[in-house]
């Protein structure tokens, strides 16, 4: 699969660049944009506010234009947090994405947004503070009505970015657990 990869409000971090080489080496092409332009931030409240200086609509505009020149080749989005409220947006607007892996995050859905059964998988904690239980029994069912294909995965006990070794929220079991339902995810499409 042709996978492109965004990372979390903290930048192009280690954990992100661990992560796509896993991808790799099962097999995998991996693109990590990097739309923080090489800045990377030690806590969430400095990346929020990095993203809002730049605005959603640039991110948006960095990720299409990193995005561009594979989507002939049907991509897979992925993204952790922020950077998969990123990959939902391009996949839901990519009539030849194949797929998208969201991992701690999602975002809001376009009304108008319609897709032919595109297969996603979402990976989350449980609970978790950015992705309530009630907004993402809405996000389900609205992702449902759009088309797509949707599994998720709850991890009871895991911090917000579980997956990432660097920060407090990380959860070694949670983290291999993703890792081996994604990767089977990938290996499906």
Known sequence: ?????????????????????????????????????GRTFD?????????????KDELLK????????????GLVYAGFSLGASIAQTLALGDEKARGLLLLHGTSDIAENASVDELPVQLHVAE??????????SAWYLQMGRTGADVEVYRYP??????????????DAEAAEATWRVALGFLDSL
């Open 1 to 37: 699969m042709n996978i492109m990869l965004f990372h979390s409000t903290y930048g192009l971090r280690p954990a992100v660049r661990d992560a796509a080489d896993r991808l790799r080496a099962a097999g995998h092409e991996v693109w990590t944009p990097d739309l923080f332009e």
């Open 43 to 55: 806590t969430v409240e400095d990346g929020m506010a990095f993203n809002e200086e730049i605005g």
């Open 62 to 73: 960095r990720a299409i234009l990193a995005a561009a020149p594979y989507s002939e080749r």
């Open 127 to 136: 609970p978790d503070p950015f992705e309530t239980d009630d907004w993402l």
């Open 157 to 170: 006990g895991a911090g917000h970015l579980y997956t990432d070794p660097e920060l407090p929220d990380y």
